[in-house]
């Protein structure tokens, strides 16, 4: 066997080896407390060509509190073949911060760099989600029903509450507050056969609240 004919045969393995791109835009996505990773597909190539096959990557996710020196493996996220994890349980605290990161495996040996997200705060990145607004017309007036999210309401329902804004014709606006934990809110002294449109925001103090829901309008009896 000569020296060349064995240069070469490594110089077939080399090149023939599956390299691994690793995963991109690694970042938490919170809505109401419920923390989840997402990253974009890692692509690898074969040979050098453009010939990709991510269905059979599988990603491995690991994350850290600010200022821990060692990372620890997601359990539920080892060897997955999605692109998002929910780290909700592992992020519980919601006045720490963390970092979660991502790399790819292609069986049997390759495998890709970690990517890092930017460091994440449940307390300050989450975004609250809009109320569902429900409203029923009676001889008293109006019936107000707000149903938030139940994962939010479980997390912080001590200091939630509602915002409901009250339409007039006239282009008025009317302000009401309803406590989490109040099951309806009655809205009195309406004009009789008036449209009114109603809009509700929840608001977590002190500084974080949801966009308005949709305008749920009806007209007095």
Sequence with gaps: MTTAWILLHLS????????LDPPAQVEFKSVD??????????????????????NSLKYYVQWKIYGEAHWLDVDSCQGIYT?????TEVTAESREWYYARVHAASPPSSKSAWTMSRRFSPRWDTRISSPV???NVTDQGMTVHVRPSQHLVHKIHKNLFYKIFLKHNSGEEELFEMSCCSKKLVLKNLEH???????????????????????????TL
Excluded: G
């Design 83 to 87: 692109h998002h994890c929910d780290l």
């Design 133 to 135: 607004l429900r409203v």
């Design 12 to 19: 077939v393995c080399v090149t023939a080896r599956v390299i």
């Design 33 to 54: 407390y419920v923390n989840i990773l997402h990253w974009t597909t890692a692509n690898y190539s074969h040979n050098n060509s453009h010939n990709n096959n991510n």
């Design 193 to 219: 056969r008036t449209k009114y449109c109603l809009q509700a925001q929840t608001v977590v103090p002190p500084f974080m609240s949801s966009s308005r829901s949709s305008l749920e309008c009806d007209i």
